[in-house]
Nanobody, 118 residues
Framework: QVQLVESGGGLVQAGGSLRLSCTASGPTFAMGWFRQAPGKERQFVAS????????WYTDSVKGRFTISRDNAKNTVYLQMTNLKPEDTAVFYC??????????????WGQGTQVTVSS
């Protein structure tokens, strides 16, 4: 069982930046970031393949967020720029335990709060 630990959340003004980190206790395959705003369902934000060569983003964050990973550190990052109040949410890291890229992720972190003030 792989454990995921997120860090880097906090309070930032609109237009500001934050970098989230998620460190896994062991190697993983694809990894992703999701977020859940109050009263809303958890939604996909971004994901990255095991090699890091392929990335995917939800439309609302394209051009503002960048996902990357350092496999030597078992860590995935989410660089967030030009943050907007609507980005306020709990951000969750997730990881897959195999090459299968469909279906639910296998491992989840505990979440880190991101709050963007206007």
């Amino acid at each position: 069982q792989v454990q995921l630990v997120e860090s880097g959340g906090g309070l930032v003004q609109a237009g500001g930046s934050l970098r989230l980190s998620c460190t896994a206790s062991g190697p993983t395959f694809a990894m992703g970031w999701f977020r859940q705003a109050p009263g809303k369902e958890r939604q996909f934000v971004a994901s990255i393949s095991r090699s890091g060569s392929d990335t995917w983003y939800t439309d609302s964050v394209k051009g503002r967020f960048t996902i990357s990973r350092d496999n030597a550190k078992n860590t995935v990052y989410l660089q967030m720029t030009n943050l907007k109040p609507e980005d306020t949410a709990v951000f969750y890291c997730a990881a897959r335990k195999s090459v299968i890229m469909i279906g639910p992720y296998d491992y989840w972190g505990q979440g880190t709060q991101v709050t963007v003030s206007s």
